[in-house]
């Protein structure tokens, strides 16, 4: 049988006679802009890669795909590695890697792959970036969500028609991005209800024989989003939920701990070591320095340049103008500066002394904002670590005005080639009516 190794947080090894391969490595480290830190030490060495086959990402979010953990695998190793990633339009994961001297191949959609010994792997993709994967070992099959949204039980039923039955399951547990500002702790409470719900849909239809939890071994370290800590699901809270499930075998693994699938398993030395990481916390809190207007102004032009260089501009100029106003613009105050600026696309960053604080569609630090505009990431980061504070309404007027480099960041660009894009036109659908949106979203 083979054996599943835990390294942390979203990261496991599933070995299988000479055939060894790893899951999401994020070892150690910072990150999404020093908002997320791992909940516990990681046993997983860099020199341990020499004894496996294959690495599997499976988004490009940081805490599953980390290019300065992956740089520091031991380069003697590299070739000796495949690794494997969903397709996508721009292949700059698998690109990355390559450079990096990586044996690289893509995963078509739902197509097995062999990697020998018997174990053979399969990719699904899931909207809007995530995937999950599907492991067999000599019929033994073991599938990790991950992130994956599985919000309803008719996505769950949909699911299992691409995995068929599955004896492992591996999901994530807990909220894991902005989730209201400080005060709102009763919405993040709600959060993290629904996130067992989704565990709940999962374990319902697809009916695996052992549950593990995953994703989620993770808390918000810096001193602008510690509040969230407040309301997360914590792992045993999560094995006493699935009790009432009997018939699904739920534990933990603590990094370091390996199970030989269908084995018997006693989960509880992890848990008791969870609990002592949970009440331990973040020791030193992140914090980070201002950034001057002149520093801000300078990133923001340079973001302007990065979207005309990759966009039609004359098709984004139309797509701003009524009735579509897909792009507009935003205030933004700066906490740190006591200062509040507006930014749009075609007018880039400036001061508004006109406007107070409170005036403000959101609100965040000169830092935060700087990386919103140095990488086309930024927003999705600034999502997750969640350093800032808004309203709902406020929180969308900032996404539409920096939601051309989000779609840069997926590897398309704006023009007329959009129109033959299903997932660009269901979210077009959904902004000028959320009813259309959806009976686009069944049909594409």
Known sequence: MADITWVNHA????????????????????IFNNGWNLLSPTCWQYSDFKRLTHIWFSHEHPDHFSPPNIQKIPEASRSDLEVLYQATHDGKVLNFCRKLGFRVRDLRPLE????????RVKCGTFPPYDSWLLIDTAGFKILNLNDCQVKTPEVARMLLKQTGPIDVLLSQFSYACWVGNPEDREGR????RRALEQVSYQIEVLKPRYFIPSASFILFSHEENQYLNDSINRVDA?????????????????????????????GNEALSKYAHDYERGVQSPHRSESVTFGDLEEVAEKHLVRLREKNNWNCVKMAAMPPARLFGEVSVFLTDCSQTVRFDIFRGLRLAPELKGDDADIAMTSA????????????????????????????????????????????????????LDPSFCYAAARHFSPKIGAILKRRL
Not at 112 to 119: K, N, P, Q
Not at 379 to 388: K, Q
């Open 11 to 30: 990261s496991f090894v599933v070995e299988h006679g000479r055939t060894g391969l790893i899951c999401d490595p994020w070892l150690e480290g910072t």
């Open 189 to 192: 409470r709600r959060a993290a």
């Open 112 to 119: 097995w792959t062999e990697l020998g010994d018997s174990m």
């Open 368 to 419: 935060s904002l700087a990386f919103v505009l140095k990488f086309e990431w930024g927003f999705d980061t600034l999502y997750v670590n969640a350093r800032f504070r808004a309203s709902g309404e406020g929180f969308r007027r900032f996404e539409r005005s920096i939601s051309l480099a989000l779609l840069n960041n997926t590897g398309r660009a704006f023009g007329p080639s959009l129109l």
């Open 238 to 266: 999560v094995l006493e939920f699935l009790k009432k499930y009997p018939d699904v075998k739920a534990f933990s693994m603590y990094p370091g701990d390996t199970w030989t699938v269908g084995s018997q398993y006693d």
